[in-house]
């Protein structure tokens, strides 16, 4: 329900200000008409603010939203999972997650046009999942991936097809600016930061871990 998504999922100005109280309404003037609105409230949150940026990574906005993720994690999950072993992986997913949290966070607070957008909520796995995608296109690079293009299977090699997935983010992401890095139900802030987060840290998470003899070759 509504309560719960504001209670844990991630808030920006929670994360900004530490602050897990309610937080007011907010007078704003709105851009097309001149006339003021107030904005609603956010509710308490009965764990630590910085909590939510670990709670909001297993609630989805509906089963799109959560088949989706879990599509792209069962895909790409598996290779890196045994590269890293079972804990290892846990924790760089839990890790990329929270950063791609962090730059949604910092995004709003840098680029939103107004205040209210810093209380809109965020959640879902996108953001760790991004991180597992950063991770595959460099360790991963020639394994060939199965897109759907339509009604068409194309295979193509990871490189290309996390490639062009990253490229559209960056797109999206920059036509965004101004209204928080999040726009059509989609930060594309966390995306980007859980993507660069992978690339940088899958090679600090792989010290001391022996490779495994086999991969998957053929992710679809």
Request: net charge neutral; with cysteine; charged share 10%.
């Amino acid at each position: 329900n509504e309560k719960f998504t504001y209670e844990f999922s991630t808030i920006p100005e929670r994360i900004v200000t530490g602050d897990n109280r309610p937080i007011p309404g907010r007078l704003m003037i709105e851009p097309i008409t001149g006339q003021a609105v107030k904005t609603p409230g956010v509710p308490s949150t009965p764990i630590s603010a910085y909590l939510t940026l670990i709670t909001s990574m297993f609630m989805h906005g509906g089963i799109a939203h959560i088949f989706g993720n879990m599509l792209f994690l069962f895909i790409f999950g598996d290779n890196i999972e045994d590269r890293l072993g079972h804990l290892r992986y846990l924790i760089f997913y839990l890790v990329c997650g929270v950063l791609a949290g962090l730059s949604h966070v910092f995004a709003t607070a840098l680029f939103a046009s107004d205040a209210s957008s810093l209380l809109v909520p965020s959640l879902g796995a996108s953001g760790a999942i991004s991180g597992v995608l950063g991770a595959y296109i460099l360790l991963f690079p020639t394994n060939r991936v199965i897109v759907l293009l339509g009604w068409f299977a194309m295979p193509m090699p990871a490189f290309i097809a996390i490639g062009l997935w990253f490229v559209f983010q960056l797109i999206s992401g920059l036509g965004v600016l101004g209204s928080g890095s999040q726009a059509g139900g989609v930060a594309y802030a966390a995306h980007i930061g859980g993507f660069i987060s992978g690339l940088v840290l899958i090679k600090v998470f792989e010290i001391g871990r022996r490779p495994p003899d086999r991969y998957y070759e053929r992710e679809f």
